[in-house]
T-cell receptor, first 109, second 115 residues
Framework: GQNIDQPTEMTATEGAIVQINCTYQ??????LFWYQQHAGEAPTFLSY??LDGLEEKGRFSSFLSRSKGYSYLLLKELQMKDSASYLC??????????WGAGTKLIIKP | GAVVSQHPSRVICKSGTSVKIECRSL??????MFWYRQFPKQSLMLMAT?????????EQGVEKDKFLINHASLTLSTLTVTSAHPEDSSFYIC???????????FGQGTRLTVV
C-alpha cells in the first residue's frame, strides 16, 4: 500500500531551526510537495522536489532523497507565525497526491 | 501567482437540503481540480478528481450521487452536497492544478454545517 509518515507534533523555540521529516512508500514517484496549513484554513504551497537534493527558498528549505524515500522540510529563524501544520504529499505514478497526516509545529517564545 | 477562489467560505443549511460549493481558478486554466474533505485535526481526504469536460473520478467510499461534481470549464468546478445530513458537516477544500506533476493551489475552503 501507499504510505506517508511524518511526526504528529513537534515543538521548537522562536528564532531556532526545526527539521520536519517525511518518509514515503508509494506506487511510483512524480514529486514531493510540502504545504503549510494554519488551523481552520486551506493549505498553502511551500515547495516541490522531484530531483534529489536541497531546494532553498528563503527561510524554508526542502530536501529529497528518492533512493531512501525521504524528505525533510527545514525552517530557519522560526517565527511565531510559523506555528501551523506541515503536510507532506507525494505524487504517485498516476499523478495522484498521497497526503501525510501532517506535523503540527508549535513555536514557543 | 495562481489564485483559486472557493465560495462560500461558510454555509449553514438544514438537513435534507442541497448545498453548492464553487471553486474557480482566477488567473490560470485548471485542467484538473480536486475536492477534499477534512475533519478536525486530520489530514486531507481526497473525495474526487475532476478533469474539464469529463466525469469526475470518485475515491472509494465516496457516494457520487450524494456529492455531485461538475467541471464545466477550465476555470470552474462545483461540488453539490445533495440531501445534506449532519454527518456531512465538515471542511471542504478544492484545489486546482495546471497539469500533471505541478503543484496544486488551494481554495480557501468551505465550512459546511448541517443542522
Amino acid at each position: 500500500g501507499q504510505n506517508i509518515d511524518q511526526p504528529t507534533e513537534m515543538t521548537a523555540t522562536e528564532g531556532a531551526i526545526v527539521q520536519i521529516n517525511c518518509t514515503y512508500q508509494t506506487s511510483g514517484f512524480n514529486g514531493l510537495f510540502w504545504y503549510q496549513q494554519h488551523a481552520g484554513e486551506a493549505p498553502t504551497f511551500l515547495s516541490y522536489n522531484v530531483l534529489d537534493g536541497l531546494e532553498e527558498k528563503g527561510r524554508f528549505s526542502s530536501f529529497l532523497s528518492r533512493s531512501k524515500g525521504y524528505s525533510y522540510l527545514l525552517l530557519k529563524e522560526l517565527q511565531m507565525k510559523d506555528s501551523a501544520s506541515y503536510l507532506c504529499a507525494v505524487m504517485d505514478s498516476n499523478y495522484q497526491l498521497i497526503w501525510g497526516a501532517g506535523t503540527k509545529l508549535i513555536i514557543k517564545p | 501567482g495562481a489564485v483559486v477562489s472557493q465560495h462560500p467560505s461558510r454555509v449553514i443549511c438544514k438537513s435534507g437540503t442541497s448545498v453548492k460549493i464553487e471553486c474557480r481558478s482566477l488567473d490560470f486554466q485548471a485542467t484538473t481540480m480536486f475536492w477534499y474533505r477534512q475533519f478536525p485535526k486530520q489530514s486531507l481526504m481526497l473525495m474526487a478528481t475532476s478533469n474539464e469536460g469529463s466525469k469526475a473520478t470518485y475515491e472509494q467510499g465516496v457516494e457520487k450521487d450524494k456529492f455531485l461534481i461538475n467541471h464545466a470549464s477550465l476555470t470552474l468546478s462545483t461540488l453539490t452536497v445533495t440531501s445534506a445530513h449532519p454527518e456531512d458537516s465538515s471542511f471542504y477544500i478544492c484545489s486546482a492544478s495546471r497539469g500533471r506533476a505541478t503543484e496544486a493551489f488551494f481554495g480557501q475552503g468551505t465550512r459546511l454545517t448541517v443542522v
